[in-house]
Each structure stands twice: as C-alpha cells, then as structure tokens.
C-alpha cells in the first residue's frame, strides 16, 4: 500500500473529486485546507505586506491505495490539477507499513463480537 498526498489549488477540487471517484476501485480520500509558499529562492517579498501575505490557500489531498492503482490515481491528480502556472501544487508517494480500518458497530461492542 501507498499514501498518495497531493496539495492542489482549491478550485481544482470539485473537478478532480468527480474524476477520482469515477475511477474504478477507488479507496477514498481525506482533503484538509492548507495555505502555503513557495521556494524563497525563486521569489522574496519585498515588502512586509508582501511577506505576510506571500501564503496562497491550497488544499491537501491524503488517499491510502493499494500499490496497483497508485500511478493512475498520481496521474489524474496531476492531469486535473495542472493549469501550467507555477504554484499548481505537489503530489508525492509514500509506503505504508500497514493501516487498518477503525469501526464500531451499533450496539458499542468490538467488531464482529
């Protein structure tokens, strides 16, 4: 298994939830807002103002994949997200070690008992 994590422009997410989630046997996805800048070297404020404000909103794509449909699933966020203009964000993959799903059942017990 792999994380996906992708930050992308926030308007490019309803676009790309209907394409991921069209995709067969797609895992699901958690989406956090993030705000963020890029690399200094290629821009520095020149002023205070700009300095404070130098953030952009973005936000942050999280989905656990099995390993077969990681590099599907990297290339549609790509594809959607891209606009072809710096600060079109990030994807990156990491191994997962192991992950387990969490639930509960109706009457408070342990699953399956």
């Known amino acids: 298994m792999k994380e996906i994590k992708a930050v992308v422009r926030p308007q490019k997410l309803p676009r790309l939830r209907e394409v991921l989630r069209a995709y067969p046997g797609f895992p ?3 989406i956090t807002r993030a705000v963020g800048c890029g ?3 290629r821009h ?3 002023t205070i ?3 404070l404000t130098d953030f952009s909103d973005k936000v942050r794509i999280d989905i656990v994949s099995p390993d077969d449909l990681v590099d599907a699933l990297v290339e549609l966020i790509v594809q959607v997200a ?3 203009q710096t600060g079109d964000g ?3 993959v990491t191994d997962i070690q ?3 799903f969490i639930r509960r059942t109706l009457d408070g017990g ?3 008992g």
């Open 28 to 30: 699901g996805m958690t």
């Open 90 to 92: 990030l994807v990156w």
């Open 82 to 84: 891209s606009t072809g």
């Open 49 to 51: 103002k700009e300095e």
């Open 110 to 112: 342990a699953p399956g």
């Open 44 to 46: 520095i404020p020149s």
């Open 98 to 100: 192991r992950a387990v």
């Open 39 to 41: 690399a200094t070297a």
